[in-house]
């Protein structure tokens, strides 16, 4: 009984140890490539008025405005574009993980995982 349920923690800890260590893997490629200058389109204008809380044109992206004023103010040694940019990385990692989530969750339902 006991060698049971110790086979089901380690296999447990196993799993969320490589989930960890896959997130932590992907999350570390998408810092390294962020970008550390402004290109062209409208990344100027989005950068720029997310550091100053400002409205960058019509429709005025509030929510990336917002989330961008928070990151672009972090003390982190990073250009403010570079710091903007960190909002793709931990959205794209927080759908990774929900897509996750999902499938774990829709597999185990269906018996199959």
Known sequence: MIKLITMRL????????????F???IGIIYFHNLTRDIYGG???DLVTS???FGVA??????LF????????????????????G??????????KVKIGITCKFGLSALKIG
Do not use: C, R
Not at 57 to 62: C, I
């Open 10 to 21: 380690s296999k447990k800890l196993f799993t969320n140890i490589f989930i960890f260590l």
């Open 23 to 25: 997130f932590s893997f």
């Open 86 to 95: 960190l909002i793709s990385v931990f959205s794209s990692l927080a759908a």
């Open 50 to 52: 997310a550091y100053v």
């Open 42 to 44: 409208d990344i100027g």
């Open 57 to 62: 044109h019509p429709p005025g992206y509030p």
């Open 65 to 84: 405005s917002l989330i961008g004023y928070i990151f672009s103010h972090l003390p982190i040694a990073l250009p403010v574009v570079s710091k903007v």
